[in-house]
């Protein structure tokens, strides 16, 4: 008697376990704070912004209890790593480098980067002469750091600065000639589309080459956790084919940054 | 030297973070770390000799403008302290259109005049109390020898307070090392700016850091050696006689 007692409490317990288990997951999503328009505080400490929204409508689909971990970027691979959260969902742009650290959702967008100069100033940049000695700023560690390393290590002097508002202050003091920016970030920082902005966009705004830019934004993962990341893919192409990402996109943004899938 | 270079190009072959390419930044680093603490260590201490002097005075007026600099720099972060001098000046209206802003819009200038005004207000202090200390004795043999201020500050308080001073100040040369670490967020490529570009790049903390606490370490252990060889040069008359 006393031996089906247990076993019956045994049974109710394991049933339990498994039935939470069952249920909604929780994931701790890592993202860069602020990014504007992706990620902001509202002036109540809320976070919100279209990368919120986005994960929070893909967690929704994808039937997973998200909470949102605020990392600052140049430490946000390494804290995916030791576990501090679960996924990256910050506008991390697809690179080999960082592929072979984690793994990669399909990406769920692409933004242009602009080279932004004073509007006094006249600077032609396909005309890489000219632009011998000039100094240019870019954020630490970014995709727009490793093209300037890349295509114009020889001829630009480029400063790296932690924070896209450190290059703006400077460009303002007049200590930089270029920044070349991100473009989203570059219309808040710079506001370079208004007319009455001390900035102007030069040049046409960069996407190529792939080797660089990457395929676009994508959501990281550890590389074990392959199940976790095909949930996210499946609910990206969900929110793609019903028409949701452009709702959510035309929410925050007046240009098209979206990635029909499997481009 | 073919033999040495085969043999270095051999040992980062199969390596993926310490190509050519980054050795040269860290190279590059090392070279403007260099030149950052030793120039402002330089100045400093041409600064804190005569700070150091007028710190002991017993003139108010002199006594007082001193010890509130050095209170101040000694009282705050060595990195807001470098802030400050590179992102609050361009704050000041038309800052842009004097000469200063030939020293300050490049970073270099900024950072040498945050770290030579804190390694100064640090080196004023050190010295003060190095020439508060000096012994009864002395200074009373000098006057007795009719010596005038200047003439016994010359010839027997500074060089008795330099010696005692010393082992004190080598300590300050190597927390000015470390502390320099801080320039590369005003973008200047020291050390620790070329070991964050290469983390950033390969996401590699671990490497990029620890080598870079190499140089460090052999940097560290330069000043140390140098201090030691001045301590027995000129600290020799205080050691026992039979040691």
């Not at chain 2, 402002?40 to 007082?64: F, N």
């Not at chain 2, 927390?175 to 620790?192: E, G």
């Not at chain 2, 490497?207 to 460090?216: E, K, M, N, P």
Request: aromatic share 14%.
């Amino acid at each position: 008697m006393k031996k089906l007692l247990t076993l019956t409490l045994l049974g109710m317990f394991l049933a339990t376990g498994t039935a939470e288990a069952r249920g909604t997951d929780e994931v701790r999503l890592a993202i860069d704070v602020p990014y504007e328009p992706f990620v902001y505080r509202t002036p109540e400490g809320e976070l919100a912004g279209f990368e919120i929204d986005l994960g929070n409508e893909l967690c929704a689909r994808a039937d997973l209890e998200c909470t949102w971990v605020e990392q600052s970027w140049d430490g946000i691979i390494p804290g995916l790593l030791s576990r501090k959260y679960d996924a990256i969902l910050s506008s991390m742009a697809i690179t080999p480098e960082r592929e072979n650290q984690v793994l990669f959702s399909i990406p769920y967008y692409n933004t242009p980067s602009v080279w932004i100069t004073r509007r006094d100033r006249d600077i032609d940049i396909s005309d890489k002469a000219s632009l011998e000695g000039l100094s240019v700023g870019v954020q630490r560690g970014t995709i727009r750091d490793s093209y300037v390393t890349q295509m114009y290590g020889d001829t630009l002097d480029i400063r790296r600065y932690s924070s896209s508002q450190d290059v703006a202050n400077d460009l303002v003091a007049g200590r930089l000639d270029l920044s070349f920016e991100d473009y989203p970030l570059a219309v808040d920082t710079f506001h370079f589309n208004e007319a009455d902005s001390e900035f102007k966009q030069i040049g046409d705004s960069i996407k190529k080459p792939v080797s660089i830019f990457g395929k676009g934004a994508a959501m990281a993962f550890r590389k074990r956790d392959e199940a976790l990341a095909e949930k996210f893919n499946a609910a990206l192409r969900d929110v793609y084919a019903d028409g949701t990402f452009d709702e959510l996109m035309h929410q925050y943004f007046d240009y098209d940054l979206s990635l029909p899938v499997g481009e | 030297m073919e033999q040495l270079n085969a043999w270095f190009t051999e040992l980062l072959a199969d390596n993926a973070i310490f190509t050519a390419n980054t050795l040269g930044y860290y190279l590059d680093g090392l070279g403007n770390t260099v030149r950052l603490v030793f120039l402002s260590l330089v100045i400093g201490l041409l600064l804190a000799v005569p700070l150091a002097i007028a710190r002991g005075s017993r003139r108010k007026w002199i006594k007082w403008p001193v010890f509130f600099y050095t209170y101040v720099f000694r009282g705050t972060p060595l990195l807001i302290q470098l802030y400050m001098i590179y992102y609050g000046v361009v704050f000041i209206e038309g800052i842009q259109d004097t000469i200063l802003w030939v020293v300050l819009k490049d970073a270099f200038f900024p950072a040498l005049i945050a770290f030579t005004l804190n390694t100064a207000a640090y080196t004023t202090e050190i010295f003060h109390g190095a020439i508060k200390a000096t012994s009864r004795g002395e200074i009373e043999a000098a006057r007795a020898y009719g010596m005038s201020r200047g003439l016994m500050m010359r010839r027997i308080i500074l060089p008795s307070a330099f010696r005692r001073a010393l082992p004190a100040y080598g300590n300050e040369v190597i927390f000015m090392l470390h502390a320099s670490a801080i320039a590369s967020v005003v973008t200047i490529m020291d050390l620790t700016g070329a070991a964050r570009f290469v983390y950033a790049r390969f996401y590699a903390p671990f490497d990029a850091f620890l080598f870079v606490a190499a140089i460090y370490l052999c940097l560290t252990f330069a000043i140390l050696y140098l201090f030691r060889y001045l301590e027995k040069k000129l600290l020799a008359h205080l050691k026992p006689i039979n040691g």
